[in-house]
Protein backbone atom coordinates (compact mmCIF):
# COMPACT_ATOMS: atom_id res chain seq x y z
CA UNK A 1 0.00 0.00 0.00
CA UNK A 2 2.14 3.20 -1.32
CA UNK A 3 5.21 2.63 -3.10
CA UNK A 4 8.22 4.57 -2.29
CA UNK A 5 11.21 4.83 -4.66
CA UNK A 6 14.29 7.37 -4.31
CA UNK A 7 17.17 7.51 -6.22
CA UNK A 8 20.95 8.92 -5.83
CA UNK A 9 23.70 8.75 -7.78
CA UNK A 10 24.93 9.90 -11.86
CA UNK A 11 21.82 9.41 -13.90
CA UNK A 12 19.20 12.11 -14.15
CA UNK A 13 17.00 11.18 -11.55
CA UNK A 14 13.88 11.46 -12.88
CA UNK A 15 13.01 8.81 -15.44
CA UNK A 16 14.60 6.53 -13.54
CA UNK A 17 11.87 7.43 -10.46
CA UNK A 18 9.03 7.75 -12.97
CA UNK A 19 9.94 3.67 -14.40
CA UNK A 20 10.60 3.04 -10.17
CA UNK A 21 6.46 4.10 -9.77
CA UNK A 22 5.05 2.33 -12.65
CA UNK A 23 6.55 -0.63 -11.06
CA UNK A 24 5.73 0.19 -7.80
CA UNK A 25 1.90 1.04 -9.00
CA UNK A 26 0.41 -2.21 -7.84
CA UNK A 27 0.70 -1.10 -4.48
CA UNK A 28 -1.48 1.81 -4.66
CA UNK A 29 -2.47 4.51 -7.51
CA UNK A 30 -4.97 7.32 -6.75
CA UNK A 31 -2.52 9.64 -6.62
CA UNK A 32 1.40 9.75 -7.72
CA UNK A 33 4.04 12.52 -7.05
CA UNK A 34 7.56 13.12 -7.43
CA UNK A 35 10.31 15.85 -6.09
CA UNK A 36 14.00 16.24 -7.53
CA UNK A 37 16.57 18.53 -5.73
CA UNK A 38 18.05 20.85 -8.04
CA UNK A 39 20.42 23.56 -7.48
CA UNK A 40 19.14 23.95 -4.00
CA UNK A 41 15.66 23.89 -4.59
CA UNK A 42 12.90 21.23 -4.61
CA UNK A 43 11.22 20.52 -8.15
CA UNK A 44 8.33 18.89 -7.41
CA UNK A 45 5.18 17.51 -9.04
CA UNK A 46 2.15 15.45 -8.32
CA UNK A 47 -1.03 14.53 -10.06
CA UNK A 48 -4.38 12.38 -9.32
CA UNK A 49 -4.97 9.34 -10.89
CA UNK A 50 -2.21 6.71 -12.35
CA UNK A 51 1.92 7.38 -12.80
CA UNK A 52 0.71 7.92 -16.60
CA UNK A 53 -1.15 11.25 -15.29
CA UNK A 54 2.04 12.13 -13.40
CA UNK A 55 4.40 11.81 -16.26
CA UNK A 56 2.23 13.66 -18.93
CA UNK A 57 2.04 16.63 -16.05
CA UNK A 58 5.12 16.17 -15.42
CA UNK A 59 6.48 16.29 -19.43
CA UNK A 60 6.14 20.04 -19.72
CA UNK A 61 8.52 20.73 -16.27
CA UNK A 62 12.13 19.87 -16.59
CA UNK A 63 13.10 18.69 -13.74
CA UNK A 64 16.69 18.20 -13.89
CA UNK A 65 18.95 17.08 -11.00
CA UNK A 66 20.39 13.46 -9.60
CA UNK A 67 18.91 12.89 -6.43
CA UNK A 68 15.16 12.64 -6.11
CA UNK A 69 11.96 10.75 -4.05
CA UNK A 70 8.82 9.52 -5.62
CA UNK A 71 5.45 7.90 -4.15
CA UNK A 72 2.22 5.99 -5.53
CA UNK A 73 -0.69 6.92 -3.13
CA UNK A 74 -3.55 4.51 -1.77
CA UNK A 75 -5.45 6.71 0.03
CA UNK A 76 -5.71 6.97 4.30
CA UNK A 77 -6.30 9.92 5.30
CA UNK A 78 -7.75 12.82 2.99
CA UNK A 79 -9.16 11.88 -0.65
CA UNK A 80 -7.38 11.14 -3.82
CA UNK A 81 -6.00 15.20 -4.61
CA UNK A 82 -3.04 17.00 -5.55
CA UNK A 83 -2.72 18.42 -1.52
CA UNK A 84 -2.79 15.04 -0.50
CA UNK A 85 -0.31 13.32 -2.93
CA UNK A 86 3.03 12.71 -1.58
CA UNK A 87 5.60 14.02 -1.42
CA UNK A 88 4.85 16.67 0.93
CA UNK A 89 6.63 19.70 2.01
CA UNK A 90 7.46 21.68 5.25
CA UNK A 91 6.45 25.07 5.47
CA UNK A 92 9.61 26.63 3.91
CA UNK A 93 9.42 24.54 0.83
CA UNK A 94 13.27 22.77 1.40
CA UNK A 95 12.22 19.73 2.96
CA UNK A 96 9.62 16.31 0.75
CA UNK A 97 9.51 13.33 2.09
CA UNK A 98 7.44 10.47 1.12
CA UNK A 99 5.51 8.32 3.30
CA UNK A 100 4.18 4.62 3.41
CA UNK A 101 2.18 3.87 6.66
CA UNK A 102 0.32 5.58 9.38
CA UNK A 103 1.25 8.12 11.87
CA UNK A 104 -0.88 7.25 14.63
CA UNK A 105 -0.45 10.23 16.96
CA UNK A 106 -0.56 12.39 13.87
CA UNK A 107 -3.34 14.44 15.31
CA UNK A 108 -1.47 15.30 18.62
CA UNK A 109 1.61 16.09 16.39
CA UNK A 110 -0.49 18.71 14.22
CA UNK A 111 -2.02 20.92 16.74
CA UNK A 112 1.38 21.25 18.83
CA UNK A 113 3.30 22.11 15.62
CA UNK A 114 0.38 24.41 14.56
CA UNK A 115 0.70 26.34 17.78
CA UNK A 116 4.39 26.61 16.69
CA UNK A 117 2.67 29.05 13.38
CA UNK A 118 3.65 25.19 10.87
CA UNK A 119 0.71 25.76 8.34
CA UNK A 120 -0.38 22.01 6.83
CA UNK A 121 -1.73 21.97 3.32
CA UNK A 122 -3.07 18.73 3.31
CA UNK A 123 -5.29 16.16 4.96
CA UNK A 124 -3.00 13.86 5.42
CA UNK A 125 -1.30 12.00 8.73
CA UNK A 126 2.02 12.27 6.20
CA UNK A 127 2.34 15.96 6.58
CA UNK A 128 3.78 16.19 10.09
CA UNK A 129 6.74 14.69 9.14
CA UNK A 130 7.91 17.45 6.93
CA UNK A 131 7.01 19.60 9.39
CA UNK A 132 9.00 17.96 12.16
CA UNK A 133 11.81 17.15 10.35
CA UNK A 134 11.65 21.24 9.84
CA UNK A 135 11.66 21.60 13.86
CA UNK A 136 14.78 19.65 14.34
CA UNK A 137 16.86 20.64 11.25
CA UNK A 138 20.18 22.49 12.18
CA UNK A 139 21.98 21.66 9.12
CA UNK A 140 22.16 18.10 9.49
CA UNK A 141 19.55 16.48 7.84
CA UNK A 142 20.23 13.00 8.91
CA UNK A 143 20.09 14.19 12.74
CA UNK A 144 16.99 16.23 11.80
CA UNK A 145 14.92 12.45 10.52
CA UNK A 146 16.48 10.32 13.99
CA UNK A 147 15.09 13.28 16.25
CA UNK A 148 11.45 12.79 14.25
CA UNK A 149 11.20 9.30 13.95
CA UNK A 150 11.47 9.21 17.93
CA UNK A 151 8.63 11.39 17.83
CA UNK A 152 6.04 9.02 15.41
CA UNK A 153 3.82 6.29 16.67
CA UNK A 154 2.47 4.13 14.08
CA UNK A 155 3.68 2.48 11.17
CA UNK A 156 6.07 4.34 8.08
CA UNK A 157 8.79 3.46 5.11
CA UNK A 158 9.87 7.14 5.01
CA UNK A 159 12.00 8.94 2.31
CA UNK A 160 13.25 11.96 2.77
CA UNK A 161 15.54 15.30 0.75
CA UNK A 162 16.64 18.41 1.71
CA UNK A 163 17.27 20.90 -1.04
CA UNK A 164 20.34 22.08 0.78
CA UNK A 165 21.35 18.54 0.79
CA UNK A 166 21.77 17.88 -2.88
CA UNK A 167 23.09 14.44 -2.80
CA UNK A 168 21.63 12.77 -0.31
CA UNK A 169 18.31 10.55 0.59
CA UNK A 170 17.80 9.64 4.13
CA UNK A 171 14.80 6.43 4.56
CA UNK A 172 13.92 5.25 7.78
CA UNK A 173 11.81 1.74 8.34
CA UNK A 174 9.33 1.02 11.23
CA UNK A 175 6.46 -1.79 9.73
CA UNK A 176 6.49 -0.58 6.30
CA UNK A 177 9.10 -2.30 3.68
CA UNK A 178 12.09 -0.26 2.75
CA UNK A 179 15.12 -1.35 0.64
CA UNK A 180 18.34 -0.06 -0.92
CA UNK A 181 19.56 -1.31 -3.68
CA UNK A 182 23.21 -0.61 -4.69
CA UNK A 183 24.37 0.13 -8.28
CA UNK A 184 27.69 1.85 -9.74
CA UNK A 185 27.95 5.06 -8.58
CA UNK A 186 24.17 5.03 -7.70
CA UNK A 187 21.95 3.96 -4.82
CA UNK A 188 18.54 3.27 -5.09
CA UNK A 189 15.69 2.93 -1.79
CA UNK A 190 12.31 1.36 -2.50
CA UNK A 191 9.07 -0.15 -1.14
CA UNK A 192 10.09 -3.40 -2.69
CA UNK A 193 12.50 -4.91 -5.18
CA UNK A 194 10.05 -4.96 -8.43
CA UNK A 195 10.99 -1.13 -8.68
CA UNK A 196 14.84 -1.93 -8.85
CA UNK A 197 15.27 -4.57 -10.76
CA UNK A 198 16.29 -3.27 -14.19
CA UNK A 199 18.70 -1.05 -11.97
CA UNK A 200 20.52 -3.52 -9.74
CA UNK A 201 20.17 -6.97 -8.31
CA UNK A 202 22.17 -5.95 -5.31
CA UNK A 203 19.40 -5.39 -2.55
CA UNK A 204 20.01 -4.41 1.35
CA UNK A 205 16.86 -4.83 3.17
CA UNK A 206 16.46 -2.52 6.12
CA UNK A 207 14.71 -3.75 9.28
CA UNK A 208 12.63 -2.28 11.77
CA UNK A 209 13.96 1.03 13.11
CA UNK A 210 16.85 1.47 11.04
CA UNK A 211 17.68 4.34 8.94
CA UNK A 212 20.08 4.44 5.81
CA UNK A 213 21.25 7.64 3.70
CA UNK A 214 22.08 7.66 0.51
CA UNK A 215 24.33 9.77 -1.72
CA UNK A 216 26.58 9.57 -4.91
CA UNK A 217 29.66 8.21 -3.09
CA UNK A 218 27.93 5.63 -1.15
CA UNK A 219 25.76 5.29 1.66
CA UNK A 220 25.33 3.93 5.45
CA UNK A 221 23.10 2.52 7.61
CA UNK A 222 22.53 3.33 11.00
CA UNK A 223 19.92 2.16 14.13
CA UNK A 224 17.72 4.72 15.96
CA UNK A 225 20.94 4.98 18.50
CA UNK A 226 22.78 6.41 15.95
CA UNK A 227 24.94 3.53 15.83
CA UNK A 228 26.04 2.31 12.51
CA UNK A 229 25.55 -0.78 11.19
CA UNK A 230 27.02 -3.38 8.84
CA UNK A 231 23.97 -5.68 6.77
CA UNK A 232 24.64 -7.80 4.04
CA UNK A 233 24.01 -7.25 0.42
CA UNK A 234 21.77 -10.35 -0.90
CA UNK A 235 21.81 -10.84 -4.62
CA UNK A 236 18.41 -11.13 -6.03
CA UNK A 237 17.88 -13.24 -9.00
CA UNK A 238 14.18 -12.75 -9.73
CA UNK A 239 13.51 -12.14 -13.23
CA UNK A 240 11.52 -8.92 -14.56
CA UNK A 241 8.13 -10.22 -14.81
CA UNK A 242 6.95 -6.75 -14.66
CA UNK A 243 8.55 -6.39 -18.21
CA UNK A 244 5.95 -7.76 -20.24
CA UNK A 245 2.85 -9.24 -19.48
CA UNK A 246 3.39 -12.15 -22.44
CA UNK A 247 1.03 -11.81 -24.88
CA UNK A 248 -1.83 -11.56 -22.07
CA UNK A 249 -4.20 -8.55 -21.86
CA UNK A 250 -3.75 -8.77 -18.25
CA UNK A 251 -1.39 -9.68 -15.62
CA UNK A 252 -4.47 -11.37 -13.91
CA UNK A 253 -5.02 -13.17 -17.21
CA UNK A 254 -1.15 -14.19 -17.15
CA UNK A 255 -1.58 -15.52 -13.22
CA UNK A 256 -4.43 -17.05 -13.89
CA UNK A 257 -2.54 -18.85 -16.19
CA UNK A 258 0.88 -19.55 -14.80
CA UNK A 259 -1.28 -21.69 -12.22
CA UNK A 260 -0.22 -24.91 -13.13
CA UNK A 261 3.41 -23.93 -12.72
CA UNK A 262 3.29 -22.23 -9.65
CA UNK A 263 1.55 -25.27 -8.30
CA UNK A 264 4.55 -27.19 -9.20
CA UNK A 265 6.73 -24.93 -7.96
CA UNK A 266 4.90 -25.23 -4.72
CA UNK A 267 5.53 -28.95 -4.09
CA UNK A 268 8.66 -29.59 -6.77
CA UNK A 269 11.35 -30.85 -4.17
CA UNK A 270 8.88 -31.16 -1.65
CA UNK A 271 7.29 -34.63 -1.47
CA UNK A 272 8.81 -37.67 -0.72
CA UNK A 273 7.02 -40.28 -3.02
CA UNK A 274 8.84 -43.54 -0.94
CA UNK A 275 7.72 -42.71 2.73
CA UNK A 276 4.37 -40.67 1.37
CA UNK A 277 4.79 -37.87 3.42
CA UNK A 278 6.13 -34.17 2.21
CA UNK A 279 9.60 -32.53 3.00
CA UNK A 280 9.62 -28.66 4.16
CA UNK A 281 12.96 -27.54 5.06
CA UNK A 282 11.58 -24.35 6.43
CA UNK A 283 9.30 -25.94 9.13
CA UNK A 284 12.46 -29.02 10.51
CA UNK A 285 13.78 -26.42 13.39
CA UNK A 286 10.23 -26.42 14.93
CA UNK A 287 9.08 -29.70 13.76
CA UNK A 288 9.49 -31.32 17.23
CA UNK A 289 7.39 -28.89 18.90
CA UNK A 290 4.75 -28.62 15.75
CA UNK A 291 4.24 -32.85 16.35
CA UNK A 292 2.60 -32.69 19.19
CA UNK A 293 0.65 -28.91 18.97
CA UNK A 294 -2.59 -29.49 20.13
CA UNK A 295 -4.34 -26.82 18.05
CA UNK A 296 -3.83 -24.80 14.94
CA UNK A 297 -5.21 -21.53 14.67
CA UNK A 298 -4.62 -20.12 10.50
CA UNK A 299 -4.56 -15.86 10.35
CA UNK A 300 -5.15 -14.48 7.49
CA UNK A 301 -7.00 -11.69 5.48
CA UNK A 302 -9.08 -11.95 2.22
CA UNK A 303 -8.32 -14.32 -0.64
CA UNK A 304 -5.33 -15.59 2.24
CA UNK A 305 -8.10 -15.96 4.31
CA UNK A 306 -10.34 -18.26 2.22
CA UNK A 307 -6.89 -20.07 2.20
CA UNK A 308 -7.53 -20.76 5.39
CA UNK A 309 -10.98 -21.59 5.42
CA UNK A 310 -10.25 -24.63 2.78
CA UNK A 311 -6.76 -25.09 4.92
CA UNK A 312 -9.19 -25.97 8.04
CA UNK A 313 -10.86 -29.13 6.19
CA UNK A 314 -7.08 -29.95 4.79
CA UNK A 315 -5.77 -30.21 8.20
CA UNK A 316 -8.33 -31.44 10.36
CA UNK A 317 -8.86 -34.17 7.20
CA UNK A 318 -5.22 -35.33 7.08
CA UNK A 319 -4.31 -34.09 11.02
CA UNK A 320 -6.12 -35.14 13.31
CA UNK A 321 -6.29 -32.24 14.62
CA UNK A 322 -8.22 -28.66 16.16
CA UNK A 323 -8.11 -25.71 13.60
CA UNK A 324 -9.68 -22.57 14.08
CA UNK A 325 -9.50 -19.80 11.04
CA UNK A 326 -9.59 -16.30 12.15
CA UNK A 327 -9.79 -13.53 10.30
CA UNK A 328 -6.72 -11.50 11.29
CA UNK A 329 -8.28 -7.94 11.31
CA UNK A 330 -10.62 -8.88 13.84
CA UNK A 331 -7.92 -11.32 15.99
CA UNK A 332 -6.71 -9.69 18.47
CA UNK A 333 -10.49 -8.81 19.78
CA UNK A 334 -10.96 -12.39 20.24
CA UNK A 335 -10.21 -14.45 23.83
CA UNK A 336 -8.32 -17.12 22.42
CA UNK A 337 -6.77 -19.68 24.23
CA UNK A 338 -3.68 -19.21 22.79
CA UNK A 339 -0.24 -20.68 24.81
CA UNK A 340 2.43 -23.01 23.90
CA UNK A 341 0.45 -25.85 22.36
CA UNK A 342 -0.90 -23.97 20.04
CA UNK A 343 0.47 -22.97 16.47
CA UNK A 344 -0.05 -19.98 14.87
CA UNK A 345 -0.22 -20.15 11.04
CA UNK A 346 -0.34 -16.64 8.79
CA UNK A 347 -1.22 -17.32 5.22
CA UNK A 348 -0.07 -14.14 2.86
CA UNK A 349 0.73 -13.55 -0.47
CA UNK A 350 3.04 -10.51 0.27
CA UNK A 351 4.20 -10.68 3.80
CA UNK A 352 3.72 -7.26 4.11
CA UNK A 353 -0.29 -7.11 5.79
CA UNK A 354 -0.37 -4.93 8.88
CA UNK A 355 -3.74 -6.94 10.19
CA UNK A 356 -1.55 -10.26 9.64
CA UNK A 357 1.21 -8.80 10.90
CA UNK A 358 -1.03 -7.35 14.10
CA UNK A 359 -2.37 -11.04 15.13
CA UNK A 360 0.97 -12.37 14.72
CA UNK A 361 2.43 -10.13 17.31
CA UNK A 362 -0.64 -10.52 19.65
CA UNK A 363 -0.13 -14.54 19.40
CA UNK A 364 3.62 -13.98 19.70
CA UNK A 365 2.85 -12.28 23.13
CA UNK A 366 0.49 -14.99 24.73
CA UNK A 367 3.58 -18.13 23.66
CA UNK A 368 2.43 -19.42 20.71
CA UNK A 369 4.91 -21.06 18.16
CA UNK A 370 4.48 -18.91 14.80
CA UNK A 371 4.07 -20.44 11.22
CA UNK A 372 4.06 -18.71 8.20
CA UNK A 373 2.82 -19.59 4.49
CA UNK A 374 4.15 -16.12 2.44
CA UNK A 375 5.08 -15.75 -1.31
CA UNK A 376 7.60 -12.58 -0.59
CA UNK A 377 10.50 -13.91 0.12
CA UNK A 378 12.36 -11.79 3.00
CA UNK A 379 8.94 -9.94 3.25
CA UNK A 380 8.25 -8.71 6.98
CA UNK A 381 5.93 -11.53 7.89
CA UNK A 382 8.94 -14.11 6.77
CA UNK A 383 10.86 -12.27 9.18
CA UNK A 384 8.55 -12.44 11.95
CA UNK A 385 7.72 -15.57 12.29
CA UNK A 386 9.26 -18.65 13.64
CA UNK A 387 9.29 -20.96 10.68
CA UNK A 388 7.88 -21.20 7.86
CA UNK A 389 7.04 -22.34 3.73
CA UNK A 390 7.21 -19.91 0.46
CA UNK A 391 5.15 -20.83 -2.17
CA UNK A 392 7.57 -19.59 -4.96
CA UNK A 393 5.13 -18.95 -7.24
CA UNK A 394 6.90 -15.72 -8.51
CA UNK A 395 5.24 -12.43 -8.25
CA UNK A 396 2.02 -11.47 -8.60
CA UNK A 397 1.34 -8.21 -9.72
CA UNK A 398 -2.91 -8.02 -10.57
CA UNK A 399 -4.52 -7.06 -7.44
CA UNK A 400 -6.85 -10.23 -7.43
CA UNK A 401 -4.60 -12.50 -6.38
CA UNK A 402 -5.36 -15.53 -8.45
CA UNK A 403 -2.08 -18.06 -8.56
CA UNK A 404 -0.96 -17.28 -5.08
CA UNK A 405 -4.31 -19.02 -3.85
CA UNK A 406 -3.98 -22.26 -5.51
CA UNK A 407 -0.15 -22.26 -4.43
CA UNK A 408 -1.57 -21.74 -0.61
CA UNK A 409 -4.12 -24.75 -0.98
CA UNK A 410 -1.62 -27.03 -2.25
CA UNK A 411 1.39 -25.65 0.07
CA UNK A 412 -1.16 -25.80 3.54
CA UNK A 413 -1.68 -29.61 2.14
CA UNK A 414 2.33 -30.42 2.45
CA UNK A 415 2.24 -28.66 5.51
CA UNK A 416 -0.68 -31.14 6.95
CA UNK A 417 0.36 -34.12 4.71
CA UNK A 418 3.83 -34.27 7.02
CA UNK A 419 2.00 -33.25 10.56
CA UNK A 420 -0.73 -35.71 9.74
CA UNK A 421 1.81 -38.46 9.19
CA UNK A 422 3.27 -37.91 12.38
CA UNK A 423 -0.37 -38.18 13.99
CA UNK A 424 -1.89 -41.17 12.63
CA UNK A 425 -2.14 -40.91 8.52
CA UNK A 426 -1.24 -43.84 6.88
CA UNK A 427 1.12 -44.40 4.55
CA UNK A 428 -1.43 -44.94 1.90
CA UNK A 429 -3.30 -42.00 3.06
CA UNK A 430 0.27 -39.93 2.31
CA UNK A 431 0.81 -41.42 -1.36
CA UNK A 432 -3.31 -41.05 -1.82
CA UNK A 433 -2.65 -37.04 -1.16
CA UNK A 434 0.60 -36.94 -3.05
CA UNK A 435 -0.37 -38.31 -6.27
CA UNK A 436 -3.12 -36.21 -6.20
CA UNK A 437 -1.22 -32.84 -5.77
CA UNK A 438 0.83 -34.55 -8.41
CA UNK A 439 -2.01 -34.22 -11.08
CA UNK A 440 -2.94 -31.17 -10.35
CA UNK A 441 -0.83 -29.20 -12.84
CA UNK A 442 -2.37 -31.33 -15.67
CA UNK A 443 -5.86 -30.85 -14.32
CA UNK A 444 -5.59 -26.91 -14.08
CA UNK A 445 -4.05 -26.96 -17.42
CA UNK A 446 -7.19 -28.78 -18.64
CA UNK A 447 -9.87 -26.46 -17.60
CA UNK A 448 -7.50 -23.11 -19.04
CA UNK A 449 -8.32 -24.92 -22.21
CA UNK A 450 -12.07 -24.56 -21.64
CA UNK A 451 -11.69 -20.77 -21.62
CA UNK A 452 -13.96 -20.03 -24.34
CA UNK A 453 -16.95 -22.14 -23.16
CA UNK A 454 -16.20 -20.11 -19.84
CA UNK A 455 -15.80 -16.86 -21.58
CA UNK A 456 -19.32 -17.80 -23.35
CA UNK A 457 -20.95 -18.47 -20.27
CA UNK A 458 -19.23 -15.04 -18.36
CA UNK A 459 -20.72 -13.32 -21.35
CA UNK A 460 -24.27 -14.25 -20.84
CA UNK A 461 -24.18 -13.20 -17.57
CA UNK A 462 -22.68 -10.06 -17.73
CA UNK A 463 -25.64 -8.75 -17.49
CA UNK A 464 -26.41 -9.35 -13.89
CA UNK A 465 -25.99 -6.60 -10.98
CA UNK A 466 -26.03 -9.69 -8.18
CA UNK A 467 -24.62 -12.59 -7.52
CA UNK A 468 -24.98 -15.42 -5.06
CA UNK A 469 -22.28 -18.08 -4.93
CA UNK A 470 -22.68 -21.13 -2.56
CA UNK A 471 -20.83 -24.14 -1.71
CA UNK A 472 -20.81 -27.30 0.66
CA UNK A 473 -17.61 -28.60 3.02
CA UNK A 474 -14.74 -27.74 0.55
CA UNK A 475 -16.90 -25.50 -1.49
CA UNK A 476 -18.04 -22.89 0.70
CA UNK A 477 -14.49 -21.12 1.19
CA UNK A 478 -14.56 -21.49 -2.83
CA UNK A 479 -18.00 -19.77 -3.06
CA UNK A 480 -16.26 -17.23 -1.05
CA UNK A 481 -13.59 -16.44 -2.96
CA UNK A 482 -15.68 -16.87 -6.10
CA UNK A 483 -17.09 -13.58 -4.87
CA UNK A 484 -14.88 -11.70 -3.71
CA UNK A 485 -13.13 -11.98 -7.13
CA UNK A 486 -16.38 -10.98 -8.97
CA UNK A 487 -16.78 -8.13 -6.64
CA UNK A 488 -13.11 -6.81 -6.84
CA UNK A 489 -12.60 -6.49 -10.50
CA UNK A 490 -16.37 -6.13 -11.93
CA UNK A 491 -17.83 -4.21 -8.93
CA UNK A 492 -20.17 -6.29 -9.20
CA UNK A 493 -22.19 -7.08 -5.32
CA UNK A 494 -21.54 -11.00 -4.82
CA UNK A 495 -22.02 -13.00 -1.77
CA UNK A 496 -20.36 -15.79 -0.95
CA UNK A 497 -22.65 -18.46 1.63
CA UNK A 498 -22.48 -22.11 2.55
CA UNK A 499 -25.61 -23.55 0.84
CA UNK A 500 -27.19 -25.14 3.71
CA UNK A 501 -27.19 -21.28 4.87
CA UNK A 502 -29.88 -19.65 1.86
CA UNK A 503 -32.47 -21.14 3.23
CA UNK A 504 -32.27 -19.16 7.03
CA UNK A 505 -32.13 -16.11 4.85
CA UNK A 506 -30.08 -15.14 1.84
CA UNK A 507 -32.49 -16.87 -0.25
CA UNK A 508 -35.15 -14.09 -0.56
CA UNK A 509 -33.04 -12.52 -2.34
CA UNK A 510 -33.93 -14.87 -5.17
CA UNK A 511 -35.28 -13.95 -8.35
CA UNK A 512 -34.73 -14.12 -12.47
CA UNK A 513 -32.49 -10.94 -12.03
CA UNK A 514 -30.31 -13.25 -9.30
CA UNK A 515 -28.53 -15.61 -10.72
CA UNK A 516 -26.70 -17.98 -8.16
CA UNK A 517 -22.85 -20.02 -8.98
CA UNK A 518 -23.55 -23.79 -6.97
CA UNK A 519 -20.06 -25.29 -6.77
CA UNK A 520 -20.78 -28.65 -6.64
CA UNK A 521 -18.69 -31.86 -6.60
CA UNK A 522 -19.52 -35.61 -6.44
CA UNK A 523 -18.87 -36.00 -2.85
CA UNK A 524 -21.27 -36.32 0.47
CA UNK A 525 -22.75 -33.23 0.27
CA UNK A 526 -23.79 -33.90 -3.61
CA UNK A 527 -27.14 -34.90 -2.58
CA UNK A 528 -27.87 -31.67 -0.46
CA UNK A 529 -26.20 -29.02 -3.28
CA UNK A 530 -28.57 -30.44 -5.95
CA UNK A 531 -31.70 -29.93 -3.18
CA UNK A 532 -30.33 -26.15 -2.51
CA UNK A 533 -30.26 -25.86 -6.29
CA UNK A 534 -33.87 -26.94 -6.89
CA UNK A 535 -35.09 -24.29 -4.25
CA UNK A 536 -33.44 -21.82 -6.33
CA UNK A 537 -34.81 -23.23 -9.29
CA UNK A 538 -38.15 -22.86 -7.73
CA UNK A 539 -37.94 -19.31 -7.19
CA UNK A 540 -37.37 -18.83 -10.84
CA UNK A 541 -33.31 -18.03 -9.93
CA UNK A 542 -30.63 -18.99 -12.86
CA UNK A 543 -28.05 -21.54 -12.19
CA UNK A 544 -24.59 -21.64 -13.30
CA UNK A 545 -23.03 -24.86 -11.73
CA UNK A 546 -19.35 -25.75 -11.45
CA UNK A 547 -19.34 -29.18 -11.23
CA UNK A 548 -17.04 -32.46 -11.31
CA UNK A 549 -16.90 -33.93 -15.17
CA UNK A 550 -18.40 -37.11 -13.45
CA UNK A 551 -21.81 -35.87 -11.75
CA UNK A 552 -24.37 -36.44 -15.00
CA UNK A 553 -27.22 -35.12 -12.72
CA UNK A 554 -25.85 -31.55 -12.46
CA UNK A 555 -27.09 -30.63 -16.04
CA UNK A 556 -30.69 -31.72 -15.57
CA UNK A 557 -31.17 -29.25 -12.79
CA UNK A 558 -28.97 -26.14 -13.75
CA UNK A 559 -29.34 -23.63 -16.55
CA UNK A 560 -25.36 -23.93 -17.38
CA UNK A 561 -23.12 -25.73 -16.48
CA UNK A 562 -18.50 -25.58 -16.53
CA UNK A 563 -17.08 -28.82 -15.94
CA UNK A 564 -13.85 -29.55 -13.75
CA UNK A 565 -11.61 -32.35 -13.09
CA UNK A 566 -12.30 -34.35 -10.08
CA UNK A 567 -9.69 -34.99 -7.38
CA UNK A 568 -9.62 -35.51 -3.41
CA UNK A 569 -12.12 -33.38 -1.89
CA UNK A 570 -9.64 -31.55 -0.12
CA UNK A 571 -8.13 -30.74 -3.17
CA UNK A 572 -11.01 -29.86 -4.99
CA UNK A 573 -10.97 -25.89 -4.67
CA UNK A 574 -7.96 -25.81 -6.26
CA UNK A 575 -9.30 -26.82 -9.29
CA UNK A 576 -13.10 -25.46 -8.62
CA UNK A 577 -11.71 -21.59 -8.09
CA UNK A 578 -9.94 -21.44 -11.65
CA UNK A 579 -13.17 -21.44 -13.53
CA UNK A 580 -14.37 -19.00 -11.45
CA UNK A 581 -11.42 -16.58 -11.58
CA UNK A 582 -12.01 -16.81 -15.56
CA UNK A 583 -15.75 -15.89 -14.76
CA UNK A 584 -14.85 -12.81 -12.89
CA UNK A 585 -12.23 -11.71 -15.02
CA UNK A 586 -14.33 -12.13 -18.54
CA UNK A 587 -17.36 -10.47 -16.78
CA UNK A 588 -14.80 -7.43 -15.53
CA UNK A 589 -13.72 -7.42 -19.34
CA UNK A 590 -16.65 -7.24 -20.62
CA UNK A 591 -17.88 -4.05 -18.47
CA UNK A 592 -14.34 -2.33 -19.64
CA UNK A 593 -12.86 -2.58 -15.73
CA UNK A 594 -9.62 -1.81 -14.93
CA UNK A 595 -8.88 -5.46 -14.18
CA UNK A 596 -5.12 -5.55 -12.67
CA UNK A 597 -5.85 -2.75 -10.64
CA UNK A 598 -9.51 -2.40 -9.38
CA UNK A 599 -10.29 0.85 -7.80
CA UNK A 600 -9.98 1.49 -4.38
CA UNK A 601 -7.49 -1.60 -3.94
CA UNK A 602 -4.15 -1.87 -3.80
CA UNK A 603 -1.58 -5.38 -3.87
CA UNK A 604 -0.32 -4.74 -0.25
CA UNK A 605 -2.47 -3.57 2.61
CA UNK A 606 -0.08 -2.12 4.96
CA UNK A 607 -2.28 -0.20 7.25
CA UNK A 608 -5.00 -1.63 9.69
O1 LIG B 1 -0.85 -10.30 0.91
P1 LIG B 1 -1.97 -11.00 1.65
O2 LIG B 1 -2.22 -12.37 1.15
O3 LIG B 1 -1.76 -10.97 3.13
O4 LIG B 1 -3.23 -10.13 1.34
C1 LIG B 1 -4.48 -10.39 1.91
C2 LIG B 1 -5.58 -9.69 1.18
O5 LIG B 1 -5.41 -8.30 1.23
C3 LIG B 1 -5.64 -10.11 -0.28
O6 LIG B 1 -5.77 -11.49 -0.40
C4 LIG B 1 -6.81 -9.43 -1.00
O7 LIG B 1 -8.02 -9.89 -0.52
C5 LIG B 1 -6.67 -9.64 -2.51
N1 LIG B 1 -6.93 -8.43 -3.20
C6 LIG B 1 -7.55 -10.72 -3.02
O8 LIG B 1 -7.64 -10.81 -4.38
Known amino acids: MCGIIGYCGVRTAKPILLDGLKRLEYRGYDSAGLVVVDGKKLNLVRAVGKV ?58 KEELLARKHEFRSETDSEVIAHLIEEYYDGDLEKAVLKTVQRLEGTFGIAVVHADSEDQVVMVKRGSPIIIGIGEGEYFAASDANALLPYTQKIISLNDDELAVLHPGGYHIKNLNNEFLQKQIEIRQDRDELADKKGFEHFMLKEIFEQPEAIENAFRGRIVEGEGVSKLGGLEPVMERLKSVKKLVIVSCGTSYYAGLCGRYIFESLCDLHVEVEMASEFRYRRLKLDGDTAVLALSQSGETADTIAAIREAKRKGAL ?52 YRGLSFTEGSAVIQAVKKLPRQVKKILTDIEHIKKVAQEYSRYRDFLFIGRQHNYPTAMEGALKLKEISYIHAEGYPAGEMKHGPISLIDENFPTVAIVSQDSTFDKMISNIQEIKARNGRVLAVAGEGSDRIGDVCD ?22 LFAYFIARSKGCDIDKPRNLAKSVTVE
Not at 404 to 412: A, G, K, P
Request: glycine residues 10%.
Open 52 to 109: SDLEKKGIARPQPGHCGIAHTRWATHGRPSEENAHPHCDCGGKIAIAHNGIIENYLDL
Open 370 to 421: ILGVVNVVGSAIAQITDAGVYNHAGPEFGVASTKIYTSQLVVLTLMALLIGR
Open 560 to 581: DVIRVPETLPILQPVLNIVPLQ
